[in-house]
T-cell receptor, first 109, second 115 residues
Framework: QKEVEQNSGPLSVPEGAIASLNCTYS??????FFWYRQYSGKSPELIMS????GDKEDGRFTAQLNKASQYVSLLIRDSQPSDSATYLC?????????FGEGTQLTVNP | DVKVTQSSRYLVKRTGEKVFLECVQD?????MFWYRQDPGLGLRLIYF???????EKGDIPEGYSVSREKKERFSLILESASTNQTSMYLC???FGVGGYGNTIYFGEGSWLTVV
């Protein structure tokens, strides 16, 4: 089992819709969870970090964490074409920073 | 402004050459990481270091080594470059791991082509 798995893409949504990105992890001891956005040819940039069960909102982005079920998700409301990118889930399960394979999101005007 | 600097952005090397990729951070971070990123495979951890002179293997250490002689510098070494090491290499650093509020900072990436 992979340490971090993301829902397979690519994901395509119309402008203004909600995009939902999901991630599961295997290490129950994980404490820190991150969502990164990566544009083609660029390095990842941090969107959200979440450490406690529940929802965390920041503008159009909401991260959801459920440690019992070992998943973390990212919702993007009112999706914009500028949100088109690859989204990476990252987990710190001990001393390693581990990423999922990424989900490519396309927002169609 | 925090910074992780990868000095070599674009390199072309020949098969069998020894290649050094340098990463320097100015945030006094304890932890540093080297990843490679290939299409469809995401970010794969090569090596990481949680202190000076300490190193740990990641998921794909074969064909690579690292050096951390000073806290701010973490070098990735390809002892004998091969074409399957053509990739984009990312360095990252963070103050602590496993705790709260430890933002991870990335360098801009090093694009290596081995011919």
């Amino acid at each position: 089992q992979k340490e971090v798995e993301q829902n397979s893409g690519p994901l395509s949504v119309p402008e203004g819709a909600i995009a939902s990105l999901n991630c599961t992890y295997s290490d129950r001891g994980s404490q820190s969870f991150f969502w990164y956005r990566q544009y083609s040819g660029k390095s990842p940039e941090l969107i959200m970090s979440i450490y406690s069960n529940g929802d965390k909102e920041d503008g159009r982005f909401t991260a959801q964490l459920n440690k019992a079920s070992q998943y973390v998700s990212l919702l993007i409301r009112d999706s914009q074409p500028s949100d088109s990118a690859t989204y990476l889930c990252a987990v710190i399960p001990s001393s390693r920073l581990t990423f999922g394979e990424g989900t490519q999101l396309t927002v169609n005007p | 402004d925090v910074k992780v600097t990868q000095s070599s952005r674009y390199l072309v090397k020949r098969t069998g050459e020894k290649v050094f990729l340098e990463c320097v951070q100015d945030m006094d971070h304890e932890n540093m990481f080297w990843y490679r990123q290939d299409p469809g495979l995401g970010l794969r951890l090569i090596y990481f270091s949680y202190d000076v002179k300490m190193k740990e293997k990641g998921d794909i250490p074969e064909g690579y080594s690292v050096s951390r002689e000073k806290k701010e510098r973490f070098s990735l070494i390809l002892e004998s470059a091969s074409t399957n090491q053509t990739s984009m290499y990312l360095c990252a650093s963070t103050f602590g791991v496993g705790g709260y509020g430890n933002t991870i900072y990335f360098g801009e990436g090093s694009w290596l082509t081995v011919v």
